[in-house]
Structure formats: structure tokens, C-alpha cells
């Protein structure tokens, strides 16, 4: 399974991007994804979470302002990210659980995808 994140970019304060991120490969399902970030000097924390059945989590710093959702038919996970704060500065990491499914096994794992930069001016 590999991951592929996009959509990050230099916004203003107040402005919106949302960023994608792709599932590739075979023989997989994916279950519980989500998406987190790491500022410069600081450490990565979660942003925001989504199950196979779309339920919801948010970090409180984002909370009304994010929102996550996912296309199982595409395998794609999506972070809406609105009024975008200076302190949203981060490089934004996409996650996903998986079951890779092969005869009689199943294997479970999780991968990362690359990581792409949101850059908000004050």
C-alpha cells in the first residue's frame, strides 16, 4: 500500500486548501485513517481521524475549522481545512490502517504517505 498526499500550498490567513491523499496498490482494505502534521521544531501531533464508516475525531486546535472525510470508492481521505491560522504552518501527513488480504492471510499495517507543506502568511 502506498500513500500519496497533495493539496498543500502558501495561503493568507483566513483562506481554506484542501488536501488529498491516494491509496494505491492491491489487495488491501483500508480501515481507520487520518491525517497529522509536524511545525518546524515541534512534534507531530494528530489533526484529525476517520473510520471505514466515516466517524469522526478533531484535535481541539482544529475543530470547527477542519474537516475530514474520505471516498472509499477512490480510496482517498480529504482534509478541509478552513480559516487557516499561521499556527496551521506544517507539513501535513496523511495515515491509513490497512488489511492486506493474500490466500489465507491477512496482514495488518499502516503506512504514511510523503508529507506536503501548508504554509499560511499572516
Known amino acids: 500500500v502506498q500513500l500519496q498526499a497533495s493539496g498543500g500550498g502558501l495561503v493568507q490567513a483566513g483562506g481554506s486548501l484542501r488536501l488529498s491523499c491516494a491509496a494505491s496498490?492491491?489487495?488491501?482494505?483500508?480501515?481507520?485513517m487520518g491525517w497529522h502534521r509536524q511545525a518546524p521544531g515541534k512534534q507531530r501531533e494528530l489533526v484529525a481521524t476517520?473510520?471505514?464508516?466515516?466517524?469522526?475525531t478533531y484535535a481541539d486546535s482544529v475543530k470547527g475549522r477542519v474537516t475530514i472525510s474520505r471516498d472509499n470508492a477512490k480510496n482517498t481521505v480529504y482534509l478541509q481545512m478552513n480559516t487557516l491560522k499561521p499556527e496551521d504552518t506544517a507539513v501535513y501527513y496523511c495515515e491509513a490502517d490497512y488489511l492486506l488480504i493474500r490466500d489465507d492471510t491477512t496482514v495488518a499495517g499502516r503506512e504514511w504517505g510523503q508529507g506536503t507543506l501548508v504554509t499560511v502568511s499572516s
Open positions: 496498490g492491491s489487495g488491501f482494505r483500508l480501515n481507520n
Open positions: 476517520i473510520t471505514s464508516g466515516g466517524s469522526t
